[in-house]
Each structure stands twice: as structure tokens, then as C-alpha cells.
């Protein structure tokens, strides 16, 4: 389904591709499956750096939140008999402190439109249509393109005529998609599982914990939806939750979980060294032997010359 007054972002969307897809037909064949699969995993990544500083704000909008725990339980058994007056305590804390609890939704949010415009960008490549600026030409190179024997345009439940008039083996078809889907799956449940263990282990008495954990074992299943999304909209979808996954295990090793003291003050936790600093370390390094301490100066006294009489002890008379 097409909606008229997104049309400049299904524009942008097939601009990009082109664009990309151009580039790297200079040195790669344009109807390969491993242009075509460049050209979607480089828009994926283009996307993802672009929203970067999204994904850097909700961060320590969390880390805020996490550092705000210890007051927060406090106001929450200080309040727990007057629900309004405990969440107005809790969002006056959070105001204070820069921190906003729906700053996790900037991401999604920023990934949604990019995400519709590549599904109908794609379905139109599925169905033949050169549209929204595309060439006939661009869009019969993807319906050639094969990734491991799945034409790009295809879906699992598309019909055999329609996969056999893109020289395909309906079998072989279905088994690469079910696998792409299978990956969809594991990669999205890795990455809620990274979050919400985060989460729950910073936050352990959480009220909502428990949806939390429902939510890590049900987000799996709708990857399943993908069942009928063409092969190049499950491969954005796979490359962005590994994209997802690295981005936080790095920023999550960059900021380790705060700790806190008796009175609840954050306590200062050194964070765990990068790839570059665990590197430098293997590497044998030779060191110098200090600099013996100086020794103290020995200044000899020498016995002074004694006269004749003083050494054979006589007296002069």
C-alpha cells in the first residue's frame, strides 16, 4: 500500500539505491546477487550512521535513568500509596536530570520511515514497475539478481509460475527464504535479549521486568511477518539488528553498569578495554630495570702523622 504524501521519501529511497547500486556495477556484474546484496547491506549501514547520534542520545538518556534508579525505588516506597503523586515525583526527577524516559523510541521511530520506504521500493521492484525515478532497466537487473539461488524480488509465499518467470527452483527458493527468516528471528531476539538483560540487571526491582521478559521471548515471532516481505527487505532487516547488536555491545562495554554506594551515589566504575587497548596488551613488551638508588658517598678518614714520642709513648723531659 502506497501512501501518496510519502512519496519523496519512496523517491529517496530509490535514489539512494540507484546511486549505490551504480557504484559498485563499476567493478561488480549489475544482475549479481552480490551487487544487489552490496547495494541494500551499504544502504542498511548508511542508514544506521546517519541515526547514530539518535542512537548515542538514547543511550545516556538511559544511563541517566540507570543512575536514577536508587531515587526512583525511594520516591516509589515514599509514594506507593498515592500512584499520582508518585509519578509526578518520579518525572520531576527525570526533568532534572536531563533524562527522558521515551528517549528509546528515537531510533524505531527515525527507522520506521526508512523501513516503508524500502519495502515499497522493493515491492515495486517485485512486481516489474519502474517507479518513483527508477529505470526499467534497474528493475529487471534486480529481478535477475539471485542470492543463493533466491531472486531478490521474491517472498515465500509468492506463487511458482511467478518464481519460476524469475528463473527460479521454487524449492530452492523457499529454503533460502526460510532461512533469512530464521536469521530475522535469532538476530531480533539477540538484540531485545541484549537490552533487557541490561535493563533488569541494572534495574532488578522494575515493575515492569516481568513485561520485559515477555516481550524478549514474543519479539522473535514477528519476524515471522516477513514471511511476505521480499528476499531484500528480510536481508535490510537482518543487517540492521547485527548492526544493532555490535553498536550496543560497544557502547554498552564503553559504560559499564553503574554501581552505587550506601547512600545511593554513583560510584565511578572503570569500563572494560576495546578490542585496540586488549590487542596492545598481547603484544610482549620489554621492560627496563629501574635505576639502582645512588649509593651514599664512603669518605675515608685517613689517620693524621703522629710525632716520635706520642707513638713510642715517651715523655720529653
Not at 551487487?35 to 542498511?44: E, G, K, P, R, S
Not at 515477555?214 to 540492521?240: D, E, H, Q
Request: net charge positive; hydrophobic share 45%.
Amino acid at each position: 500500500m502506497e501512501l501518496s504524501w510519502l512519496s519523496w521519501l519512496y523517491e529517496a529511497v530509490a535514489f539512494v539505491i540507484t546511486w549505490i547500486h551504480t557504484g559498485y556495477s563499476t567493478f561488480l556484474n549489475p544482475d549479481s546477487g552480490l551487487t544487489w546484496a552490496l547495494t541494500i547491506i551499504t544502504l542498511t549501514v548508511l542508514m544506521r550512521i546517519c541515526i547514530f547520534p539518535l542512537f548515542l542520545k538514547q543511550m545516556r538518556s538511559s544511563k541517566k535513568m540507570q543512575e536514577l534508579a536508587p531515587k526512583v525505588a525511594d520516591l516509589r516506597k515514599r509514594y506507593k500509596n498515592d500512584k499520582q503523586r508518585m509519578n509526578q515525583e518520579v518525572m520531576a526527577l527525570y526533568q532534572g536530570a536531563g533524562a527522558n524516559p521515551l528517549g528509546g523510541c528515537l531510533p524505531v521511530l527515525a527507522q520506521f520511515p526508512i523501513f516503508i520506504g524500502m519495502f515499497t521500493v522493493l515491492n515495486a521492484m517485485a512486481s516489474g514497475q519502474p517507479k518513483f525515478g527508477m529505470t526499467q532497466e534497474l528493475v529487471d537487473s534486480a529481478g535477475k539478481a539471485h542470492i543463493f539461488g533466491a531472486p531478490l524480488p521474491a517472498y515465500f509465499f509468492m506463487p511458482e509460475q511467478d518464481l519460476v518467470a524469475l528463473d527460479a527452483t521454487p524449492l530452492t527458493t523457499r529454503i533460502v527464504l526460510a532461512i533469512f527468516v530464521a536469521l530475522s528471528s535469532l538476530t531480533t531476539f539477540l538484540t531485545v535479549r541484549q537490552s533487557v538483560t541490561r535493563s533488569m540487571a541494572q534495574m532488578p526491582d522494575n515493575p515492569m521486568a516481568q513485561q520485559q521478559k515477555i516481550l524478549m521471548w514474543i519479539s522473535p515471532l514477528f519476524a515471522f511477518f516477513s514471511l511476505n516481505f521480499p528476499l531484500g527487505l528480510i536481508l535490510y532487516w537482518v543487517t540492521t539488528n547485527v548492526w544493532t547488536l555490535g553498536q550496543q555491545h560497544w557502547f554498552y562495554s564503553r559504560h559499564p553498569m553503574p554501581q552505587f554506594d550506601a547512600k545511593g551515589n554513583v560510584i565511578p566504575v572503570t569500563p572494560k578495554p576495546g578490542m585496540v587497548q586488549r590487542l596492545r596488551k598481547t603484544t610482549p613488551q620489554v621492560e627496563e630495570a629501574p635505576a639502582p638508588p645512588p649509593q651514599p658517598k664512603i669518605v675515608r678518614n685517613q689517620p693524621t702523622k703522629q710525632s716520635r714520642s706520642k707513638r713510642t709513648g715517651s715523655k720529653k723531659s
